[in-house]
């Protein structure tokens, strides 16, 4: 589960949410440009753009958006005079009727840590039933990765506040520290890491053929992994980021990443921390199994 005190969350019918992700440059330019990278694969095609936003001369773009701001998406596509081309179809990809196959599918189905929200099961569904055997899927390759981490600053805001309370107050708190404890660090947290955070070199745990994946495939995921510590630290947790791939026409691939390296997206990076951070030296290794598991509470 997620726990972040510096996003709000909103469901996709607001406004803020589409203002966030559309003022994430990062995020909107890489998929303009892979949609004019393509744009001759997508000229005179028909289109179904799981999310609304894709035209790049497509001779019919059917735009699924389930939530209420389809209706503003019909404003939009009428202000800018493409209603023969455009049509937005306000129902769940899964209960939406099409006249015939789509060429292309493109959709922004990312979640934190890649999976969280679970669209990407919409577009697998979306995938088996309307696009072509030969169609273009983009993203068309999504890759997680690992990595452990030392954040002093984020951990100790979290876990120092209830030790504060004596000095603010007067009143010892320290017999709830273990339970504060463990609610503050059983979340997910999201965090804008840089470098300097990342203990050591990142493994990627998983890869995703948006082509070829099922959706058992990402119900549950369990995968090792094995790490050497570039030197010595606190070591807090771990955090997970995703790369996404944009086929291309000439056969390489444009890459859209929240990695810390990279420049910060909305998405920001996954950070799991540990109860108890411990000491790490130069050379030590760790292994262990990190498991992604669908929410049973989840209506996705």
Known sequence: MYNNKRKR????????????????????????LAILKNAERIRDKVVLDVGAGTE????????????????????????????????????????IELPTKVDVIVSEWMGYSLLFEGMLKSVIYARDKWLKEDGLILPSLAEIYLAPISY??????RHDFWYSIKDKYG???????????QD????????????????????????????????????????PFQFMFMGRGLLHGFTLWFNVSFELPDGNS???????????????????????PFNVEQDQVIEGTVKIAENEDSDR
């Not at 607001?14 to 990062?26: A, G, N």
Request: proline share 3%; charged share 25%.
């Open 9 to 32: 969350t909103s469901s996709y019918a607001h406004l803020d949410v589409h203002q966030e992700m559309l003022s994430d440059e990062t995020r909107t330019k890489t998929y303009r």
């Open 184 to 223: 503050a660090f059983k979340n997910v947290c999201l965090c804008q890491l840089i470098t300097e955070n990342i203990l050591a070199r990142e493994s990627r745990i998983y890869s995703l053929s948006i082509k070829e994946i099922s959706e058992t495939d990402i119900e549950r995921i369990a995968e």
């Open 56 to 95: 790049a001369g497509a001779k019919k773009v059917y735009a699924i958006e389930a939530s209420a701001i389809a209706e503003q998406a019909q404003k939009v596509v009428a202000a800018n005079q493409a209603q023969d081309k455009i049509i937005i179809i306000n129902k769940p990809v899964e209960n």
């Open 152 to 157: 002093h600053e984020d951990y100790n805001e």
């Open 171 to 181: 009143v010892n708190m320290d017999t709830i520290i273990p339970k504060a404890k």
């Open 254 to 276: 444009l890459t859209l990443s929240t990695s810390p390296y990279s420049p910060p997206t909305h998405w920001c990076q996954s950070v799991m921390y540990l109860d108890d």
